[in-house]
């Protein structure tokens, strides 16, 4: 990689280590490390004085999140994350109608991305390292296109199933989902139904889509033929359709040019952002994040395969509600996966 790098830049200086990079005083960094890396070095970069383009996810919890836009936001300076389905020409013209009203009221998004390979590396695989399996790798994307195309209306309830070797996960904080539906409500009313996969028997290399329905009309971006790169896009109305857009699309590298332009223009910190993360202050029942549920609960569980007992009492001061009934559920399914009977469940809060 370092040698295609000098092929393609011979000019540029090769470094060892971020630090290194950093000395050199670079206007921006590009993260495309490991997931666990992410917060830490963009949050370095960022204290350093540098803007940072980052893969996704930024973080593997909503706190790493949530600690590099503070970062942003304190140093001043231009940050971004690779979402790049919003820059094919199909998902900006689906978005422009959406946002004139073309299609009437938005009620039903329709999301799906499946990759029939999976990744390569092992780390994706151990959720100490990626934070999660499929849904972080793809259905980040399609949360993404969704609330982005939607202008980011608040989510007001999530459901979901997850699966690893087509049974179900349960909570298990040593291994990741590679299936995973899920239905998100959002505070328009409007429902978003998702599912995403590594490795599925779908007949094709990729099965990607996102499908808007309105009051008066929709849209649909799809891939063509299991390709990973090459969409078209259809405009719906009744029975008839239109195309909006089709191959080819010269995509795969636009979110990180328009970073790179803003940056050249001087752009600093960019209030946009913010929306990279909730805003806690429009959540304050919040919940447990995914993994610090599934360590507790899983840890919860083992301790009742020790000792045993049919009455489980957990201590949740000062949690919301919420984070209490999340947990019980947590716990109760875990304790079925593992055969564990539980006749009474208490929680003190």
Known sequence: MAEEARRLAPEA?????????????????????PSALHAEQSIRALERGA?????????????????????????????????????????????????????????????????????????????????????????????????WTLDFPNVSSVSSKLFRDGEPLGIRPDRVEDYAVATLELSTGAAVR?????????????????????????????????????????????????GLTEPPDEWGGRAAADWARRLAAGVRFDTAAERLVEDEDAYPEARFAMPELRELAFRIACELRTEGPEHLRVGLWQQSPNSAADLVIAVIDECRDASIRLEKVRVDR
Not at 197 to 208: P, T
Not at 212 to 227: H, K, Q
């Open 13 to 33: 200086k090769l470094v060892a280590t971020l630090d290194d990079l950093l000395g050199e005083q670079v206007d921006g960094v590009v993260i495309a490390t």
């Open 51 to 147: 803007a940072v383009f980052c893969q996704k996810p930024l973080g593997r919890t909503a706190a790493e999140a949530r600690a590099v836009v503070n970062a942003a936001r304190a140093a001043n300076r231009l940050l971004a994350v690779d979402l790049s389905y919003r820059f094919t020409e199909g998902m900006q013209r689906i978005r422009e109608v959406v946002q004139s009203g073309g299609f009437g009221r938005i009620y039903a998004v329709d999301l799906v991305f499946h990759n029939a390979y999976g990744p390569d590396k092992p780390w994706f695989y151990d959720p100490a390292l990626s934070g999660g399996g499929c849904v972080m790798d793809l259905g980040v994307h399609l949360v993404d296109l969704a609330l």
């Open 194 to 242: 998702l599912a995403c996969s590594w490795h599925l028997q779908a007949g094709w290399d990729a099965v990607i889509s996102a499908s808007f329905f309105g009051t008066e009309g929709g849209a649909a971006l799809r891939n063509v033929n299991g390709s990973f790169y090459d969409f078209v896009a259809e405009r719906y109305r009744g029975t008839a359709r239109e």
